[in-house]
Each structure stands twice: as C-alpha cells, then as structure tokens.
C-alpha cells in the first residue's frame, strides 16, 4: 500500500513558480506510475502530468506543457511538479497520485491519492 502527501502549494503571482512535492509512504513507491491532477472548484478533476515508475517518460496536458515539469526521486519516495509561468487558469487544488499501471490520463486508473493542495495563482 501507498499513502501520498502532497504539500508546496500556496499562493503566488501570475508568472511565477511554485514546486509541489509528493512524499510518499509504504513499499515499491518506486513501481508505480505516478500522475498528477487538479481541481478547480466547479470543475471536474483533470489530468495534469504523468511519468512512469523510472520517470523516464512523462506525459503533460497541453494546458500545461512547457510550463509544469513532473520529476520523482524513487530513493527519496517523493515525486515533484515543477511550475513555472503559473497562470490565474492554473489555480486549483493539485493531487498526486499512484498507479500500478502505465501512467495514464484517466483519474480512475489510479490506485493511491494524496489529500491536495492549494495553488492559487493571483492576477
């Protein structure tokens, strides 16, 4: 089993950064995928980034790409998105979250989910 804390969100400027980290505890954190989602309130959850167990692919939603960078450092058991150029669109409460499987961007497809946290970008 996998448990996932999410911290590092806050609130920051458009067109600033803020890196989010995914601690995670349990075994074979190191197996599994990992994504990560967001929510803005209204909204239904979307997908954001994905990297596979080794964080050698990663996959990003376009409305993130070239901005967000998803990392993850298997030794640590902790998975990383870095945001940069963050957006007033951007704000919501991001997730982490594992899967057994192939990265994906299906919500559903993953096993293990941390709790959020908060990002709001300001004007």
């Known amino acids: 089993q996998v448990q996932l804390v999410e911290s590092g969100g806050g609130l920051v400027q458009a067109g600033g950064s803020l890196r989010l980290s995914c601690a995670a505890s349990g075994r074979s954190f190191s197996t599994y995928a990992m994504g990560w989602f967001r929510q803005a309130p209204g909204k239904e959850r979307e997908f954001v980034a994905a990297?596979?167990?080794?964080?050698?692919?990663?996959s990003y939603a376009d409305s993130v790409k070239g901005r967000f960078t998803i990392s993850r450092d298997n030794a640590k058991n902790t998975g990383y998105l870095q945001m940069d150029s963050l957006k007033p669109e951007d704000t919501a409460v991001y997730y982490c979250?594992?899967?057994?499987?192939?990265?994906?961007?299906?919500?559903?497809?993953?096993?293990?989910w941390g709790q959020g946290t908060q990002v709001t970008v300001s004007s």
């Open positions: 990297t596979t167990w080794s964080g050698g692919r990663a």
């Open positions: 979250a594992a899967s057994r499987t192939a990265p994906r961007v299906e919500a559903a497809l993953y096993n293990y």
